[in-house]
T-cell receptor, first 114, second 111 residues
């Protein structure tokens, strides 16, 4: 069964360092989402791609976060510099097309900033 | 920003009982979806209901949608211990199908 792949699963980084997360969506899925989930809360949308284009990044802290999806396939989310408050689960999800369908989630990357 | 808001925040029931969870939202939607998350894992899609639908069934799940009240409910019948998880409603909105999640409901099913 096709899955959304994320790496790494866990990441510990020091404050002010750079960190990057990678996501490989299900093949053929045009829409890719990055979410941040703080423990005990719901996922918060950071950025949404349609193919290689960003269609929503209204909640992305653009002074330190960046995201790209070159060639409209896999994607990278970067934080530089990391802050203590960035500790959270970072979830990637993909869905088939522009018309809203179910989203498939990866297992996430648990980030701890020390 | 959160579009959907679930109620109650936490629910504890006995195995075999039914669990009802509610979700309210603020703006017009393309569809509403429910997801489950087991501790520390990714989310799993449960069911999707479109804005022009009123009720949908999938196995032990029943979801209703009332667009006039901007609310939805998820019913899990004959609950099992394995249903213990967090449940989230998510609304799809706008031309780009932005998917926004609520804060979630923690369901505990006691054996």
């Amino acid at each position: 069964e096709a899955e959304v792949a994320q790496s790494p699963r866990y990441k510990i980084t020091e404050k002010s360092q750079a960190v990057a997360f990678w996501c490989d969506p299900i093949s053929g899925h045009a829409t890719l989402y990055w979410y941040r989930q703080i423990l005990g809360q719901g996922p918060e949308l950071l950025v949404q791609f349609q193919d290689e284009s960003v269609v929503d990044d209204s909640q992305l802290p653009k002074d330190r976060f960046s995201a790209e999806r070159l060639k409209g396939v896999d994607s990278t989310l970067k934080i530089q510099p990391a802050e203590l408050g960035d500790s959270a689960m970072y979830l990637c999800a993909s869905s088939l097309g522009r018309v809203a369908t179910e989203a498939f989630f990866g297992q996430g990357t648990r980030l701890t900033v020390v | 920003s959160q579009q959907g808001e679930e109620d109650p925040q936490a629910l504890s029931i006995q195995e075999g009982e039914n669990a009802t969870m509610n979700c309210s939202y603020k703006t017009s939607i393309n569809n509403l979806q429910w997801y489950r998350q087991n501790s520390g894992r990714g989310l799993v899609h449960l069911i999707l209901i479109r804005s022009n639908e009123r009720e949908k069934h999938s196995g032990r799940l029943r979801v209703t949608l009332d667009t006039s009240k901007k609310s939805s409910s998820l019913l899990i019948t004959a609950s099992r211990a394995a249903d213990t998880a967090s449940y989230f409603c998510a609304t799809s909105t706008g031309a780009n199908s932005k998917l926004t999640f609520g804060k979630g409901i923690t369901l505990s099913v006691r054996p």
